[in-house]
């Protein structure tokens, strides 16, 4: 069975704060003590909507823990790989129009 032990709250609160200073609009579901339930809603600078969720054990590789996260968009129908918070957010603000 999948694990997400790897989406820790500090992990989360990193998410947070990078999101916020990469000047995008977020909010999460509240579910951080359950984190295979999490899910962050971040609007990028086009309107559009993402959902941040973290990755299962199975998605985190060893050689790279800090990449935890991954997004998908319905509007773009995309989904990006699993990434760190910095990734996360520097994708979504640099997605075109």
Request: with cysteine.
């Amino acid at each position: 069975m999948a694990t997400f032990t790897h989406a820790t709250l500090e992990r989360c609160a990193q998410l947070g704060r990078t999101l916020t200073a990469a000047g995008l609009a977020w909010t999460d579901n509240g579910q951080q003590a359950d984190p295979q339930f999490l899910a962050y809603t971040v609007t990028d600078s086009h309107g559009r909507t993402w959902r941040i969720s973290p990755a299962t054990s199975y998605q985190v590789s060893p050689s790279s823990p800090g990449q935890i996260w991954q997004a998908s968009c319905p509007a773009l129908m995309t989904t990006t790989p699993v990434l760190s918070a910095r990734q996360v957010a520097e994708h979504i603000s640099d997605v075109p129009a």
